[in-house]
């Protein structure tokens, strides 16, 4: 993940300015048709007993919970996987868990920031 979201950045950095959409379900769509072009095994708005987590990706070896903010940060993000305690819904998974959280700015139209963090 963390080798990856350079490349998404800099793939929004090329994006078109007249074709986005500002706001946080453009960035969430681009990304899932994305993962979906590229064969992953992706869920957006995946819904649990508090909420709809934004985006799910499940490798053979791990899970990864992503909440998605615009104009915000990613400790909104991180803050709001443990609040709704989205990681309970793959208590029963032995894949490796992973929290990502992305931001995406609006003056930039493009990633902010992210932060991912493995679960021990």
């Given at each position: 993940?963390?080798?990856?979201?350079?490349?998404?950045?800099?793939?929004?950095?090329?994006?078109?300015?007249?074709?986005?959409?500002?706001?946080?379900?453009?960035?969430?769509?681009?990304?899932?048709?994305?993962?979906?072009?590229?064969?992953?095994?992706?869920?957006?708005e995946m819904p649990t007993s508090d909420g709809r987590i934004d985006?799910?990706?499940?490798?053979?070896?791990?899970?990864?919970?992503?909440?998605?903010?615009?104009?915000?940060?990613?400790?909104?993000?991180?803050?709001?996987?443990?609040?709704?305690?989205?990681?309970?819904?793959?208590?029963?998974?032995?894949?490796?868990?992973?929290?990502?959280?992305?931001?995406?700015?609006?003056?930039?139209?493009?990633?902010?920031?992210?932060?991912?963090?493995?679960?021990a």
């Amino acid at each position: 993940m963390e080798a990856f979201l350079p490349h998404l950045q800099t793939f929004y950095k090329k994006f078109p300015y007249t074709l986005v959409n500002n706001n946080e379900r453009h960035y969430q769509a681009v990304l899932y048709t994305i993962l979906l072009i590229l064969g992953c095994d992706v869920t957006p708005e995946m819904p649990t007993s508090d909420g709809r987590i934004d985006m799910v990706l499940k490798t053979k070896r791990s899970i990864y919970v992503m909440e998605l903010k615009y104009k915000k940060d990613t400790e909104v993000a991180m803050e709001q996987i443990d609040c709704k305690d989205y990681l309970a819904a793959f208590a029963d998974d032995s894949r490796k868990k992973y929290k990502v959280g992305i931001n995406f700015s609006e003056d930039r139209r493009s990633i902010d920031d992210w932060k991912v963090e493995a679960l021990a």
